[in-house]
């Protein structure tokens, strides 16, 4: 059986507060390594210069070393929150299965699960760009662009971002719109569909 990864204790001696993250440098001296807001346990508070962490390391695909799971000094190890509980990539491939089936058996108009496809798609990708420029301290891409994009038919592919690239899931203020956009989508495309519009779009493309 492996063994727990090695832990490290250190000190912030940087950290952006806007963008959400810094850099660490371990006791003793050793590779500073990247800091996200997103590492720390949930519900904790905002990290500050001078904060005494302890954190594993790894490394990216450029071999930079990134601070992970980080707890501060003498923080408690917490269960997963609600949010980690929910089955994100479940919830969106069963999404996509009744999709499916209420588009084969005509109940769904062709145009309303290829606008759900197209757009999982484009949130798909955002999100995972958004992780990686956080993880580089690069330009992060606004949420409200993200929670735009799900309204738009995008939330499945978010869903399923969120849980491959661990990206927004513990931020409690972004999931909370991202939920509403989820509520607000849903009621809009059954509009949609119970008025005849989407039929009606659909018959403006006949190959659809």
């Known amino acids: 059986m492996a063994g727990a990864s090695m832990r490290f204790a250190g000190r912030i001696t940087d950290w952006n507060g806007e963008r959400g993250f810094g850099f660490v440098v371990p006791h003793g001296g050793g590779e500073r390594a990247f800091v996200h807001v997103s590492e720390f346990q949930r519900g904790s508070r905002p990290p500050m210069v001078g904060d005494l962490i302890s954190y594993e390391t790894r490394k990216d695909a450029k071999g930079r070393l990134n601070a992970k799971a980080i707890r501060f000094a003498g923080q408690k190890i917490e269960a997963p929150g609600k949010h980690q509980r929910i089955p994100r990539l479940g919830t969106a491939l069963a999404f996509f299965l009744l999709l499916a089936i209420f588009t084969l058996f005509g109940k769904v108009p062709g145009t309303v699960s290829l606008a759900y496809l ?5 949130s798909y990708v955002l999100y995972c760009l958004d992780k990686a420029a956080a993880e580089r301290a690069y330009r992060r891409i606004p949420e409200s662009t993200l929670h735009l994009v799900d309204f738009l038919f995008g939330w499945p592919g978010g869903l399923i971002a969120q849980q491959q690239c661990r990206h927004k899931i513990a931020k409690d203020s972004f999931q909370r719109v991202f ?21 009606r779009l659909s018959s403006a493309f006949p190959g659809v």
């Open 179 to 199: 939920w509403l956009t989820v509520f607000l989508n849903l009621a809009g495309a059954y509009g949609l569909v119970a008025s005849g519009i989407a039929q």
């Open 118 to 122: 197209a757009a999982s798609l484009v």
